[in-house]
């Protein structure tokens, strides 16, 4: 069964973005985007929320025509536009790009999804993420933490009444100073039964 793995970036103070939206502080240089682009070339599909979904497509659909562009950005380019991407939005009729629109996020179809063959399924997009959790979909937790501190934005973890128990699977410094914490689910991928005695 693929696993859902959260991919995010998020400040030393916990916030994926600043109050006005501002990602400036992303500090995503070759190595980094390098790693990521291995890292997504495996996905069988993102998902995203409607803003995060339109907030890439209005960037990389064209990028490797920017003869400014660096290697990692037009690697990355392809990698978007080729990757099958499920955006959920109640309001979008029709979304490009190798896209479909899912309504609501239902457990059901999710977990139909997680069942097909593929690569792994990368979300984003941290109100997409909170329903996700909300449900208890996700498997892997892939956060770069930027060593920076923002003060105020949006967090990536919205306040919640549920606990989930994580292990961690692995860490990566990179020379700009972001540290990868990769974490999973601590009872395995959800909808795998345990195995053993």
Do not use: C
Request: proline letters at 6%; hydrophobic letters at 40%; zero cysteines.
């Amino acid at each position: 069964m693929r696993k859902i793995t959260l991919m995010m970036s998020v400040s030393l103070d916990g916030f994926i973005e600043g109050p006005d939206r501002e990602i400036d502080w992303h500090m995503v240089d070759d190595e980094l985007h390098r790693f990521v682009n291995e890292r997504l070339r495996s996905m069988g599909a993102f998902l995203d929320g409607r803003v995060t979904h339109e907030l890439m497509a209005g960037v990389w659909p064209t990028v490797d025509a920017d003869p400014s562009s660096t290697a990692p950005m037009v690697e990355f380019a392809a990698i978007w536009r080729d990757t099958p991407k499920i955006v959920f939005s109640r309001t979008l009729e029709r979304a490009d790009w190798n896209t479909t629109v899912m309504r609501d996020v239902d457990v059901d179809e999710i977990m139909a999804l997680k069942a097909q063959p593929g690569g792994d399924l990368s979300l984003g997009g941290a109100d997409l993420a909170a329903s996700f959790m909300r449900y208890d979909l996700i498997d892997e937790y892939d956060i770069y933490v930027h060593p920076v501190l923002i003060g105020r934005g949006k967090p990536l973890f919205p306040a919640s009444d549920t606990r989930t128990a994580l292990r961690l699977a692995g860490t990566r410094t990179f020379g700009n100073g972001v540290v990868l914490l990769r974490y999973e689910r601590a009872g395995g991928p959800v909808g795998e039964q345990p195995t053993g005695p």
